[in-house]
Every structure is written in C-alpha cells, then in structure tokens.
C-alpha cells in the first residue's frame, strides 16, 4: 500500500500536468472568466475520474496513451464545471471546495456560472477537436473510437446521466425522499460520469461491447459507492481534510444514505459494492493500481 500512495501521488501529478495543457491562457477580453476556469480545475482534487479512465485504458491493453489525454482533461472539465454549478447559492451555497474558495465566492456568482459554462464547453471542444485531429490523418479506427467515448461521455454527462441526477436532488432538497429516488439520484449524479471514465477508457483503447458492458457495471458499483461514501465524510470528517465545508447536507435539509439507511448498512454497502466491482474488473483483466485505486476510494478520508 505505502508503494501505492507514493504512485498515487506521482499519477496525480503526472494527470494535474495533462490537463493543465487543454486549460486556457487566461489573457484577452475573456481574461476574467479563463482566469475563473482556470482556478476552478487547477484547485487540486483528486483527479479520479481521468485516473480511472487511464487505468482501465491500461487494464484493456491500449497501448498509445497520449491519445487518451484530451478525453481525461475532458471528463475532469465536466466534473469540475458541475462541481462549481453545484456549489452555487441556487444549490448546495457552499463556500469551499478543494480546500479554497468556491469560485463563486472568489469571482462572483455571474461569473461562476458562466465558468462552469466555459468548462463544459471546453469539454467537447477538447474531445471535438482530438476527433477532427485522427479524422485528418485519415485513421478511420481511432475516429470510431474517439467518437464512440465521446457519445458516452456526453451522455453520461447529459439529463439522462448526471445532469438528471442532479435535478431531482434539487428538487427534492427540503422534501422527502424514497429508496427509489436515492438510488436514481445517486446512479445518476455521482454515477454516470464514474461509469463513463470506466467505459471510456476501455473503448478508446479498442474493446468490444461486452467489456464496455462489464464497465459500465464496474462504474456503477464505484460510483455509487464512493457517493456513499461521499454523504458518510459529510457527517464524520471535517473541512480541513474534506477541503469542503461538512455537514453541508444536514445545512441543506437533504436526505442522505446515511440518513436513510443509518450509518453501518452505509459503510456496509460501501464495502460490498467495491468488493462487486473488484470482481467484474477481474472478469476482464488484472491491473493491481486500478484494483488498489478502488480499495482506496472506499477507505479515503477526502
Ligand atoms: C449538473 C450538476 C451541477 C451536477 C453536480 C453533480 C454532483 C455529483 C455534485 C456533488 O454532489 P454533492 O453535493 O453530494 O457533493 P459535494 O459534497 O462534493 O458538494
Ligand atoms: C461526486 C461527488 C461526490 C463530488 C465530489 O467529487 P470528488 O470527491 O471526486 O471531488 P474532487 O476530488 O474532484 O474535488
Ligand atoms: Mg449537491
Ligand atoms: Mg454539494
């Protein structure tokens, strides 16, 4: 494990270096708002979603990984966009993320939304553009791989995936809220783009639909237990090591699993739903960092 998070911390780097590249410079005009966006991605996070998305890429034997480093710029985009949308007064009114200032409360509310915008856009330019690059080189495989990740990532991201999850979450703050609808808000909000890393990353590096399948599986199982896992910190960490404000939920009036289901079936579920997707990865390869990866999400502590 001690080897694990010494390369934990390289590959954090080596992803923060990646996607600062595919960021704007911020100058011009639009100085302001490529300045918002800028500090939004460049905060720190964990970065796990390009580092699913790199691991499962070599977990499915890909072999170019350059070619994979638009899409996982691309995906933290989107995170990043929606962790900012998220924090915003009409939502969750959060004043820290990533151990800073939400960028709202550091450049105003207009130009948090508008960053969020710029970030999800940037998302696809980025992708669009990776896709346009094999299209002129006249590699007809790789535009059908870029282009099929990028379909999934899209769509993960959309009102069928997270965007949707996102929604019934706000409409249910102060309300209510059914094993149901947790599970759909949780699939989808915190889901959705955790099972496009996995899926995006096994097609770009050529797999067929049956893997894509099993990660897409992989993905649910992760990301609804690193949601979780997500609501269980809320109430027992604190903000110095979240770098988020806690009990953020209870502030908002939110029904979380801990809530719902009480503590111990929340850590319980936690572990049996990593454990389920160890054993769909296995059924396709062996990648002993993507493996320890997961054991690290449930056992986190930010
Ligand atoms: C379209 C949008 C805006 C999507 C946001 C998706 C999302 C997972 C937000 C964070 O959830 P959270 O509020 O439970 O987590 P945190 O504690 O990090 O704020
Ligand atoms: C989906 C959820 C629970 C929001 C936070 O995601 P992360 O915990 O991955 O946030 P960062 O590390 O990227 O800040
Ligand atoms: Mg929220
Ligand atoms: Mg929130």
Do not use: W
């Not at 590249?21 to 011009?28: R, S, T, V, W």
């Amino acid at each position: 494990m001690n080897n694990f998070k010494e390369q934990l911390s390289k590959e954090t780097s080596c992803i923060d270096n990646i996607i600062e590249k595919y960021l704007p410079e911020a100058k011009g005009h639009a100085e302001y708002i490529k300045s918002a966006m800028d500090y939004s991605v460049e905060a720190g996070g964990k970065r796990i979603r390009p580092m699913i998305m790199l691991e499962t890429y070599k977990l499915c034997n890909g072999t170019n990984e350059e070619e994979l480093y638009p899409f996982m710029a691309a995906l933290e985009m989107i995170h990043t966009y929606s962790l900012v949308h998220d924090d915003l007064p009409a939502m969750d009114n959060d004043d820290y993320r990533r151990g800073k200032l939400t960028t709202h409360k550091k450049f105003g509310e207009d130009f948090g939304i508008l960053a969020g915008d710029g970030l999800l856009n940037l998302a696809y330019e980025t992708m669009l553009s990776a896709i346009h690059k094999a299209a002129k080189t006249g590699d007809a495989q790789a535009v059908l791989r870029y282009s099929a990740a990028a379909d999934v990532i899209a769509n993960k991201a959309g009102v069928d995936g997270m965007v949707g999850g996102q929604s019934l979450d706000v409409m249910l703050t102060d309300k209510p809220m059914n094993e149901e609808q947790l599970d759909y808000i949780f699939r989808l909000k915190t889901g959705a783009l955790i099972e496009a890393a996995f899926m995006a990353g096994g097609i770009i590096a050529g797999c067929d639909e049956n893997v894509t399948k099993l990660l897409e599986e992989t993905g649910y199982n992760i990301g609804f237990a690193f949601q979780i896992k997500d609501d269980i910190l809320d109430v027992t960490s604190t903000q110095e090591v979240l770098g988020k404000p806690v009990l953020s939920d209870e502030r908002n009036n939110k029904t979380t699993y801990v809530t719902l289901y009480g503590m111990e079936k929340a850590e319980k579920d936690t572990a049996d739903m990593s454990v389920k997707a160890l054993e769909t990865l296995k059924t396709i390869g062996h990648n002993e960092y993507l493996e320890d990866l997961i054991t690290m999400l449930i056992h986190r502590d930010r």
